[in-house]
């Protein structure tokens, strides 16, 4: 079955560790996006990627970074310098053109700091 | 910058009744797109419907539609029929179109959510 997938479903921290989150998408989607959620506000853009081995800041990237070194991968790292981690976050990705560019949103992670 | 407002935190609706969500959005572009995700309490994000702002018909899915209009940047959407199943978080989105010159026009702005309990 075609998808996105994100592990850990739940990931705990200690203050002052960076942690990776993990996105696999196998749609042959070019466009991947990370989106941040907290209670009572909308999805944030953190950083997206058009294409291999390229990527932009989102609305909220400090503190987070990224890499593209595969199509089909799209891993996150939250780095200390992140002031408030703790958060839902949401793998996305697209064909990254026209009308019918539907983003696909994986399962989420839901990161905890301790 | 684009901006979307949901000003309905919460609603509720009896089954089998009709229910309307209400998103508004700001923007000084011409075209753009725009979308309603529901997202259950799995937390996934699924499509309901969308929109293309140049069409000036109304988009529907089975028992959703919205009502769209462009002169006051409204876009709401309207449950047929409820069901239990439609209890979720609903997400009102913009996104303008991609241009061949100038990628990077992809990303969602979404609005804060409406959370549509559905009363048996």
């Known amino acids: 079955d075609g998808g996105i997938t994100q592990s850990p479903k739940y990931l705990f921290r200690k203050e002052g560790q960076n942690v990776t989150l993990s996105c696999e998408q196998n749609?042959?989607?070019?466009?991947m996006y990370w989106y941040r959620q907290d209670p009572g506000q909308g999805l944030r853009l953190i950083y997206y990627?058009?294409?291999?081995?390229?990527?932009q800041k989102g609305d909220i990237a400090e503190g987070y970074s990224v890499s593209r070194e595969k199509k089909e991968s799209f891993p996150l790292t939250v780095t200390s310098a992140q002031k408030n981690p703790t958060a839902f976050y949401l793998c996305?990705?697209?064909?990254?053109?026209?009308?019918?560019?539907?983003?696909?949103f994986g399962p989420g992670t839901r990161l905890t700091v301790l | 910058a684009q901006t979307v407002t949901q000003s309905q935190p919460e609603m509720s609706v009896q089954e089998a009744e009709t229910v309307t969500l209400s998103c508004t959005y700001d923007?000084?572009?011409?075209?753009?797109?725009l979308f309603w995700y529901k997202q259950p309490p799995s937390r996934q994000m699924i499509l309901v419907i969308r929109?293309?702002?140049?069409?000036?018909q109304n988009a529907t899915e089975n028992r959703f539609s919205v009502n769209f209009q462009k002169a006051a940047k409204s876009f709401s959407l309207k449950i047929s029929d409820s069901q239990l199943g439609d209890a979720a978080m609903y997400f009102c989105?913009?996104?303008?179109?991609?241009?061949?010159?100038?990628?990077?026009?992809?990303?969602?702005?979404f609005g804060t959510g409406t959370r549509l309990t559905i009363i048996p």
């Open positions: 749609l042959n989607h070019d466009a």
């Open positions: 923007t000084s572009e011409s075209d753009y797109y």
């Open positions: 990627s058009q294409i291999v081995n390229d990527f």
């Open positions: 929109q293309e702002a140049y069409k000036q």
């Open positions: 989105a913009y996104r303008t179109p991609t241009l061949l010159s100038n990628f990077g026009n992809e990303k969602l702005t």
């Open positions: 996305a990705s697209s064909t990254g053109t026209g009308f019918d560019n539907e983003q696909f």
